[in-house]
């Protein structure tokens, strides 16, 4: 005797896989007549033992489904080459073939439905070649990748029927579990033309579940059942069953010897021996049931053996070939070598050459850049120094020519003038000596920024003392602007760490601009305490400042009114000292009645 695999492989690959025949024209092939001439003559050629006529009636017959347009048909003749060679135990081809479909089932535009094909077919390499477990891994995915598609209807139920199989014997719980989800699959196209015999099918495979597990009262029901489905007419997959629980039928009916010779007529050798066990068992013939299962066991030890020799012995000509090859690509690879070499030192020649000129036009191009950029800082420092000088001059030169001219007057011995007018002209005089004063002030507070080290001279300082006077001065010379001071600390703790002279010159520079761009309204000085920053903020109801000017607000000789006195240089010792400092100085774009400016400063500075 020998393990006929033919007959269970064209049956599973046949009639699980496409349900629908393999050889009748699909629905997409326009020539019927071709189409059966080639399809029966790729079919016809694994009768024979020649593999290269298999394979040329394959391609010729895809070749011809491919021009019309036919994917059934095209992944029909990938099926052919996979059967043909599980047929002949050629496992190693035959997972060959099962990778390529599987790659051509990615690449090929439009297979989006036939993509199940792929894992279903590596399900059988495996489960022939004993693999079960990985078996059982693509059936799944098979099932994944059908689900959704135009054979979902047709097709499913016999996936899951072939995982119930492949469990069948080692796991009758998980192979019922299977067949419980081929039943819902079913269930979902009951107007199917297949549904009738799915069921059959399904219910005669609870039917060998059941007689395996010992459970002879389900087993009459289910068997019942599937006759009563059609299961009496054999078909296809639905016949394999029905015969397979036709013969336990007898055994429960108490013919269990007429059973024992009717397994002789089971194709598969392996299905022949464990049948005969069952039988043995369900008898109470134990010993003859391990001794079945023992002859089986050395059995496909003998099969496993003799494809081991095969596929050794198909080894062996390919490393005969491969010598052949590695002695013919060791000479190739001798000469390629010294040809590559010698491509190499002219590459690397030219690659030299190419880099020193790459080099030097890259530090060409370099020394371009730096220099435009220092031209371009002189320009902007020579025509920041020709405006700074211009501004400095109309700054001094306005209250010079005042304060002189008021000079000229009091010298002058033939005029006379009243308490008052005196008082005018004094005060006149020193408000524009106090212009020069403060325009000096912020020059040399300035030019001294960047020498000057604001964090070596900390002290504890009192904000809202200092606020203070500054709002009484401001004060005493405005009458027209309400100036008022509001400390919003929650316990009137105003204290805080940094430079004193600092922080008083840059809320002076604050307050000195809302005064200048104020006419009417008021200007507040608000003192927050948020940890870890103490907040000034100085608001004013004067003409704001646009969205375009707040851009460049805090830059060096930035003014946002030309006509007004200034060097356009406080805000920008103001912003410079506060980041010195460790703190901010912003302008508040939501206030829009004036101009807001906040400065925070750190309540305590961090030791470096």
């Given at each position: ?6 007959q ?35 079919w ?27 994917l ?27 990778v ?6 990615k ?23 004993g ?19 135009r054979?979902?209807?047709?097709t499913?139920?016999s996936l899951?029927m ?41 219910c ?5 579940i059941y ?6 009262d389900n ?12 299961g ?17 039928k007898k055994?429960?009916d108490?013919?269990v010897?007429?059973?024992l010779a009717?397994?002789?007529?089971v ?16 008898a ?6 391990y ?28 490393m005969?070939?491969m ?36 080099r030097?036009?890259?530090?060409l191009?370099e ?12 320009t902007?420092?020579?025509?920041q ?26 010298t ?5 003038f ?14 524009n000596t ?7 002030n ?10 000057k ?5 900390l002290s504890?300082?009192?904000?809202l ?10 004060k005493s ?12 600390t ?20 604050l ?8 006419e ?13 920053m ?10 704001g400042?646009?969205e375009?000017?707040?851009?460049h ?11 007004k ?28 009645q ?8 750190p309540?305590k500075?961090?030791?470096?």
């Amino acid at each position: 005797m020998s393990f006929n695999y033919r007959q269970i492989i064209v049956v599973i690959v046949l009639a699980i896989i496409m349900p629908t025949s393999l050889f009748a024209q699909t629905s997409l092939c326009k020539d019927t007549a071709e189409h059966r001439r080639l399809s029966e003559a790729m079919w016809s050629a694994t009768s024979g033992n020649e593999p290269s006529k298999v394979y040329q009636a394959a391609q010729t017959f895809q070749k011809h489904a491919d021009e019309e347009g036919d994917l059934e048909a095209h992944y029909n003749a990938w099926m052919c080459g996979i059967a043909y060679n599980l047929d002949r135990m050629n496992i190693r081809d035959a997972y060959h073939i099962a990778v390529a479909l599987k790659n051509d089932l990615k690449n090929i535009t439009g297979g989006k439905d036939e993509q199940y094909l792929g894992p279903c077919m590596m399900a059988q390499v495996y489960n022939v070649c004993g693999n079960v477990s990985g078996a059982i891994e693509e059936f799944k995915e098979s099932i994944n990748l059908i689900k959704g598609t135009r054979y979902e209807e047709t097709t499913v139920h016999s996936l899951y029927m072939g995982l119930a199989h492949l469990t069948l014997t080692s796991n009758p719980d998980q192979s019922l579990y299977w067949i419980e989800e081929c039943v819902k699959g079913l269930n979902r196209f009951k107007d199917s033309p297949v549904y009738n015999k799915g069921m059959a099918a399904a219910c005669a495979f609870k039917s060998l579940i059941y007689f395996k597990k010992g459970d002879y009262d389900n087993y009459r029901y289910w068997y019942d059942m599937a006759t009563a489905n059609g299961g009496d007419k054999p078909n296809g997959y639905t016949g394999v069953f029905m015969g397979y629980t036709d013969i336990y039928k007898k055994a429960v009916d108490g013919h269990v010897e007429e059973a024992l010779a009717a397994t002789d007529s089971v194709h598969s050798l392996k299905e022949r021996y464990i049948m005969k066990s069952d039988l043995y068992m369900y008898a109470g013939e134990t010993e003859k049931a391990y001794e079945t299962q023992r002859e089986l066991m050395l059995l496909s030890d003998s099969i496993a053996g003799a494809m081991l020799a095969d596929n050794i012995g198909q080894m062996e000509q390919e490393m005969q070939m491969m010598k052949h090859q590695q002695e013919v690509a060791r000479v190739t690879t001798i000469i390629l070598t010294i040809c590559v070499i010698l491509a190499i030192i002219i590459i690397a020649l030219l690659f030299r050459n190419l880099f020193i000129r790459w080099r030097y036009n890259q530090k060409l191009k370099e020394t371009n850049v730096e220099l435009e950029a220092a031209n371009k800082l002189v320009t902007e420092a020579d025509q920041q120094k020709t405006e700074f000088i211009h501004n400095l001059s109309h700054e001094i030169r306005t209250p010079l020519n005042i304060i002189n001219g008021f000079a000229q007057i009091l010298t002058d011995e033939d005029n006379s003038f009243e308490p008052e007018e005196r008082q005018l002209i004094a005060t006149t005089i020193e408000e524009n000596t106090h212009q020069i004063t403060s325009l000096v002030n912020n020059m040399v507070a300035l030019s001294d920024y960047n020498a000057k080290d604001l964090l070596q001279d900390l002290s504890e300082v009192d904000s809202l003392s200092v606020c203070y006077n500054l709002i009484q001065t401001l004060k005493s010379d405005n009458n027209h602007v309400q100036i008022r001071l509001a400390d919003k600390t929650p316990d009137g703790d105003t204290t805080l760490e940094t430079n004193a002279e600092a922080l008083e010159q840059m809320l002076n520079c604050l307050l000195e601009n809302a005064v200048k761009f104020t006419e009417k309204g008021h200007i507040l000085l608000e003192i927050r305490r948020e940890q870890p920053m103490m907040q000034f903020t100085v608001e004013d109801t004067g003409c704001g400042i646009s969205e375009e000017d707040a851009k460049h607000i805090f830059e060096r000789y930035m003014k946002v009114n030309e006509f007004k006195e200034g060097l356009g240089l406080g805000l920008a010792y103001c912003h410079e000292t506060a980041q010195k400092l460790g703190g901010t100085l912003t302008l508040d774009p939501a206030y829009k009645q004036g101009a807001r400016f906040i400065l925070k400063l750190p309540i305590k500075q961090l030791k470096s």
